[in-house]
């Protein structure tokens, strides 16, 4: 069964016409699952929308145009139009191949523009490497009914018959191989090659830029997806600047981000399983949507300055407010004048117990966005959730929570202690779980699971949201490493000779991070980075979390608490011993997510033993 995306949901098929519906029906059912089969999804600067893309490793790329017209309203054919008559009389629209054609051969230009997607050392030399072709597809006309009303010399110019597929040769009875054999005739040729699950990953890149994993050194190249070339003239240049080595989400991550629809959705995902990137992708989405502002939320200031850059890298800061709660709230009284009320009990509690009372009161509005996403979910209190949910348009009533309890590391519980129905999220049936970990290798996963395994425990009060265990996609790479050292002021001195290590390898500083697990520690390792003369951004307070820019090429230097969320490929985690085991299991899910920052390498430093570091040392050996 074939992969179609998006997922032919409700949603997808109240927008599709019926035809669209019958042929995306066959696609799927008759199609292996090899096939992949994208449905009105724009390729290209000029957002043209081919009605379905189809991809196979073997067979090629196929454009398919598909019309539900009826024999009797086609009143006149020419190469590049056509009369219709329609209920508001004749229209002349045009032509299906040339609509089909002008499509491909933008989305082909795009890929033959890479050097790694050309053919090499064959008669073939230069060429893309796999073939392609367009066609068009007539749902409500019978290849009888065309061959009686277009002699085969004219139909050849108009409606080749290899290059179509009718109404009797799409039914539900019809053979899957016959239909298959329809689709494939349309190939003027065939390589003996497949492609690779590398070269598949760069045509998704090319074709649908929205899908990109940006990278701090591309977004100066790159910029956002409309910022793009697809003119002949200015493919020389792109050329130049396609990198190569890509980053894209992976099949799974697509379909999902293309496939949420409408109303509240919940992704339950573990660490690096890609949630952060469908909700940037789900913001750029509903942003061109949209005239009323979207509210991202999360609860780390870092990870609202990352928001905040990649909102600003797409073009859409001034429709999408990223914020952490507690500035929410700050900004939310501050606009509309409502005092923070008086108390014992911490500031920040006043300030959310006062938004609340000013919503209740009506004194701050409901209903102000359009849409709002929560990142880090599992970081929220219940009458948070409550509030915010009051936030979101009832006329579009958009909704997403992202939500990971392993990473649970503000709460006592590493699950949630309510029901989200409870809060007004109406998740039944719309939470999705992603298990697969893509930011981190085998190994380093493999190290963070095994140490804090026992420590997250398998109970749960939220049945909305099971506790899930990671599953590896990423690829391998080194063993992290611990180094057991005499004293704390040695563990400064080994993190500055690692990081050192990695920048002599070609590593980019902006690419490091030292996580620390004290407060007090940060200042020393900064101060220690700047007498060796090392670049460094170190994200000790409020206003420097909030001016954190991950394209600025020094070393992160910030507590694990302030890292999650964030990822680096390489990371040193110093300071360990001095975790004061107040609460063991919560002291053990910080220490999960800062080791699973790391994308590619992994360094820890101890001077201490204690339980949390006797059993790291018993791993790492």
Known sequence: MAEIIPSLSREVLSRMTSGEKRLATRLRNFLEDDYLCWYDIPIGK??????????????????????????????????ETVELLTINGLKTV???????????????????????????????????????????????????????AIPAEYREKLLPDHLMIYKDEMTESVDPEEFQKRLWDMFPYQFQTKLTLPQIDRIRWH??????????????????????????????????QIPDIIRIMDIQQEQLARSL?????????????????ILGYRAELLAKLTNKPILVLCFN???????????????????????????????????????????????????????????????????????VMIDEGHDFESDWLKLVVQMIDPETNS?????????????????????????????????TILKLNYRNTREILAFAYDFAKEYFGTSHDDVDIPLIQPEAAGIHGERPTVHFLKQWQDEISDTVACIKKWHQRGGEWRDMAILFAAKYQGKIIA??????????????????????????????????HSSKGLEFPAVVIVGISQLKHEDINADARLLYVGMTRAQKHLHMTVSQKNLLTERILKIAS
């Open 207 to 240: 074709l649908f830029p929205e899908v990109r994993i940006s990278q701090p050194s591309q977004e100066n190249l790159f910029g956002s997806p409309s910022n793009q070339p697809d003119t002949p003239e200015d493919l020389s240049t792109l050329s130049e």
């Open 46 to 79: 000029k957002r043209r929308y081919p009605d379905f893309i189809i991809l196979h490793p073997s067979r090629g790329l196929l454009f398919l145009e598909v019309k539900d017209w009826k024999a009797s309203s086609i009143k006149k054919i020419s190469k």
């Open 261 to 277: 629809g409408e109303g509240h959705r919940v992704i339950h995902g573990v660490a690096g399983s890609g949630k952060t990137l």
């Open 399 to 431: 909704l997403l929570l992202l939500y990971d309890d392993a990473q649970s590391i503000y709460k006592k519980k590493s699950s949630l202690s309510f029901s989200l129905a409870s809060t007004g999220i109406q998740a039944q049936g719309r939470s």
């Open 527 to 560: 101060d220690s980075l700047h007498q060796h003369g090392i670049p460094y951004s170190w994200l000790g307070s409020k206003d420097t979390k909030q001016a954190y820019n991950p394209t600025k090429d020094s070393v992160s230097v910030l507590s694990i």
């Open 94 to 148: 045009p032509n299906p191949f040339v609509q089909v054609r002008q499509y491909a051969y933008q989305g082909i230009r795009l890929l033959e523009a890479d050097k790694e997607l050309r053919q090499q050392g064959s008669k073939y030399d230069g060429n893309l490497v796999t073939p392609y072709a367009h066609g068009v597809v007539f749902t409500n006309i019978t290849r009888n009914q065309i061959e009686a």
């Open 301 to 371: 200031i870092t990870l609202a300055a990352k928001l905040r850059s990649f909102m600003v890298s797409k073009g859409i800061s001034d429709k999408v407010n990223v914020h952490h709660f507690h500035d929410w709230c700050s900004q939310q009284l501050k606009t509309y004048h409502v005092d923070v009320l008086a108390g014992d009990e911490p500031y920040w509690e006043r300030q959310v117990i006062s938004v609340i009372n000013g919503v209740t009161e009506e004194n701050i509005p409901r209903a102000q966005y359009s849409a």
